[in-house]
């Protein structure tokens, strides 16, 4: 070996990545290995037995097909390529590559071609990892702006001087505005008297604290309305960025308290063909006049309400809140707005916003607190159906990748508290992208549901089977002591995939690959637990179709 040939070997060794040196036949068909670095050895476990071997020789199956496509690719070509590819390291398992090929010509001719291979499995990791906090991100975004939207209120952003940067539909409706690019200062929509207290209201907000103010506006239709200011800190790690305000239209509200003071019998004309809850409460919270919109919501009639504290109706959950609410308004003259349940005849909780006034006579002393409640079911419901969107696969309705964690990590909690073993059981379909190139994707999906179904009937009550995506689904058995435990369990989702599979017009045949770990969860992270599992999966895939690995990760193995 001369003196450049021990120079580049040198050079070689000391890289940090893989390096293989192929020399390539007469023919340019076939490559031997001429020389591997020791990143090589470290990795693969590779020794310089390989050295003078042909690719077959060392490789087989698929990656020896995919070794000799690109090495004769660069033959033909004559220039280098780069690919990505995937290879089982002998410490670290699964990993994915990113190989470049380099040929080496002398007279025209490839002579041997430098492979480069690059471990790039954290950057895969770390796009996949940006790619799921893009599209949370993304749903954040749209389930914040729907909200936003279709808020039966005004919102708007503030900027940190008082300038409107951004409005709803609402707002723009209610003040008979448009927003255009340039900013309007919320104080030139209000008249000089009101300024001061919005403006000293604001500025609390500025510095971090929550505050209401009520202000009568001059539309531009010179139309007197009644607002009601919320004014809410935007705080980004703990600095503030600006303030945004949801504006309240109290018009109706204040126009009852003063029918109210005028005349007992014009508000008893507001309140009884009004389909809000309107009531009337004394200085203890006690119901003293509830309006007919009381029965034909919550199904009892009016003297059910009548003489009782209105905390008797509404959830134990809420009552304390309320009651404080009732305390302030009758102690410090303030109006509030707060959302509780309350529930009707059929046991049905239904969620109300509680607005309430309370009402003084001119000599300064409690009359009673006018309280409207509106109805906002339908909201909840759909806020509610937001978050469950988010946790859960659309298409089986199982648990979806992020309320497994949160289930796994809860459960290693509890196990470690309690000295108990758990188990997590990853499944993937054999051949499935078969069904869905064959038989479409309707098929596909149809297949993705009924095995979500037959997976939770092979397990308890207290499992958790979520779908990670495409055919891959997991599983965590809680309390699950021993191998044979677990066992038990695969023989009868083995079970399950053996029954008939009609998806029509087809009878198809289902089998799985399944890995599994067995852990006390001590000392270990989800994400290890999580890998160890996919590895389990990817040694039962390579055992051949309809096939089970079980491995047992504990603090003392």
Known sequence: ????????????????????VMCVSADQRYFYYEFINEKTKKITGYTDDIIGKELAEVNSGALLNVLHEKYRKVVMLKQSITYEDSFHAQQA?????????????????????????????????????????????????????ALFDQNPDAIIYLDL????????????????????????????????PDQTKVSESFLQARDGKTTYVETPILTTTNVEIHL???????????????????????????????????????????????????SLLDSNGKIVYASPSYA?????????????????????????AVEEKIKQAVTHQLSFTIECRIYNRLNEWLWF??????????????????????????RKRYEA????????????????????????????????????????????????????DQKGHDVGDAVMQELGKRLEQSVREMDTVARLGGDEFIILLPTIETKANVETVLNRIKAQLQNPWIIE?????????????????????????????????????????????????????
């Open 1 to 20: 070996m001369n003196d450049n040939q021990l120079n580049y070997l040198s050079v070689y060794n000391g890289i940090q990545d893989m390096v293989f």
């Open 93 to 145: 398992g699964h990993k994915v590559s990113e190989t470049t090929l380099t040929p080496i010509i002398t007279d025209g001719k490839v002579q041997q071609v430098v492979a480069l291979t690059r471990d790039i499995t954290t950057l895969k990791e770390a796009e996949y990892e940006k790619k799921i906090s893009q599209e949370k991100l993304r749903f954040s975004r749209q389930r914040y702006k």
């Open 161 to 192: 001087d008082g300038n409107i940067t951004n409005g709803n539909n609402v707002f723009e409706q209610l003040f008979r505005i448009h927003l255009d690019k340039k900013p309007i200062a919320l104080l030139s929509l209000i008249h000089n």
């Open 228 to 278: 009601q200011f919320k004014f809410v800190p935007i705080k980004v790690h703990n600095t503030i960025h600006g303030v945004y305000a949801i504006i309240k239209d109290m018009t109706k509200e204040h126009k009852a308290k003063e029918a109210l003071i005028k005349s007992e019998q014009r508000f008893r004309l507001i309140a009884e063909n009004s389909y809000d809850l309107i």
């Open 296 to 320: 034909y919501i919550l199904g009892y009639p009016v003297y059910y309400f009548e003489s009782h504290p209105i905390t008797n109706f509404i959830n134990k959950e809420d009552q304390a």
């Open 353 to 378: 916003e509680i607005n309430g006034q309370p009402v003084f006579t001119t000599d300064h002393e409690f009359k009673h607190l006018v309280v409207v409640g509106r109805d906002i079911t339908d």
């Open 385 to 436: 159906r937001l978050k469950t969107l988010a946790y859960h696969d659309s298409l089986t309705g199982l648990p979806n990748r992020r309320l497994f964690q949160d289930r796994l990590m809860q459960t290693m909690a509890t196990n470690e508290r309690n000295q108990n073993r758990f188990a997590i059981a990853m499944l993937d379909l054999d051949d499935f992208k078969q069904i869905n």
């Open 505 to 557: 017009p087809y009878h198809l045949t289902i089998t799985a690959s399944i890995g599994v770990i067995l852990s006390d969860g001590k000392g270990f992270s989800t994400n290890y637990l999580m890998k160890q599992v996919d590895e389990a999966l990817y040694k039962a895939k390579n055992n051949g179709k309809n096939s089970a690995v079980i491995e047992i990760h504990e603090t003392n193995n």
